[in-house]
């Protein structure tokens, strides 16, 4: 449970970085970030979650806390996936300027400056793109050009690099956008209905050093379908009946046109039974919207649970360790 901190107290910039399996990246991630933040922006917090490691990260986690207090260790007892770990750093995050980005050290601390600076010029959203990607071109680049492109056909913002995960953000620009199933890559097309400003800032690339890649085809399945979500989202942000009201309407039609159907006799039932099918495809499609209206509601439900499933440490206090409870 979180104590309220005088305004005085509040971190300039908080940094969220999830981890998963990365006891060998994860010291010097922290180290990269004091070099690039200490000169200039010295009063930061750096929020490290640990998605359900099986090695000993959150163990190196616990005394980077213990020797810097401007660190805050997270721990799912379980694997959630970057989403989720990503809204757990957003909901403990206290800046008003929130920095998201990978601590398997792919994304250089170094550029966080750059994205904070584009923020202070009055940028809601400062989303990195990835110069001289260090990724394989067959596995990771190519599949990555055909998603962004068409992730902006169909949000209608065509951000250049949606996978990147070093961007920066206002935090009232964030904190309201709801993350759900792998859509953090999404967060600047779901703060279009906000009116957001996007800026979109070119950063630095590495190798992986350490470890393996999280990333398969089966997350590349998932990340279509949440698009399709994404775009339900923000058809529907301001009219979340519409679906309902759809699918009603249509189901008045159906029965219109049976009705006349019963009164026009065996001529015409080749031509109703047509337009009975096309209206039962329509309320089909509004049904499944609904559906999927549904289920978010319910996948914010259980994030509202999440607590339940987190470790948390740190040298302020204002956060109960869970895990006695």
């Given at each position: ?51 359900g490691s099986t090695d ?30 990503m809204a757990t750093g ?20 170094g550029d966080i400056p ?212």
């Amino acid at each position: 449970m979180r104590n309220h901190s005088p305004e005085a107290d509040r971190p300039a910039v908080s940094v969220i970085a999830p981890a998963y399996n990365e006891a060998e990246s994860i010291g010097l991630f922290y180290e990269q970030v004091v070099v690039a933040l200490d000169p200039v922006i010295p009063d930061f917090e750096l929020i490290l979650v640990d998605d359900g490691s099986t090695d000993s990260t959150f163990s190196i986690i616990e005394q980077l806390a213990q020797k810097d207090s401007r660190v805050t260790g997270v721990k799912f007892r379980r694997n959630f996936g970057q989403t989720r770990a990503m809204a757990t750093g957003i909901d403990l995050a206290r800046a008003p300027i929130l920095v998201t980005l990978d601590s398997d050290l792919q994304n250089d601390p170094g550029d966080i400056p750059l994205l904070v600076g584009e923020i202070s010029k009055g940028h809601d959203i400062a989303a990195g793109y990835r110069i001289r990607r260090q990724d394989r071109f067959l596995t990771r680049k190519l599949p990555s050009v055909v998603a962004n492109w068409l992730i902006g056909r169909v949000t209608g913002l065509p951000i250049r690099d949606n996978g990147c995960s070093l961007k920066a953000y206002r935090a009232e620009a964030i904190k309201q956008v709801p993350l759900y199933s792998e859509m953090h890559r999404f967060i600047p097309s779901m703060s279009i209905p906000g009116g957001v400003s996007v800026v979109e800032v070119g950063v630095r690339h590495h190798a992986r050093q350490f470890g393996t890649s999280k990333y398969g085809l089966a997350r590349i399945y998932r990340v279509f379908f949440d698009l399709l979500v994404v775009r339900l989202i923000i058809s529907f942000a301001a009219r979340p009946l519409t679906c309902f009201g759809g699918a009603g309407a249509t189901a008045v039609l159906i029965l219109i046109v049976t009705i006349t159907a019963s009164m026009l006799g065996p001529e015409g039932s080749g031509q109703v039974f047509l337009t009975v099918s096309m209206l039962i495809g329509s309320a089909a499609v509004f049904l499944f919207m609904a559906g999927v209206t549904i289920a978010l509601a319910q996948e914010g439900i259980n994030a509202g649970k999440r607590l339940d499933d987190e470790v948390v440490c740190g040298q302020d206090e204002r956060i109960h360790p869970v895990a006695e409870q």
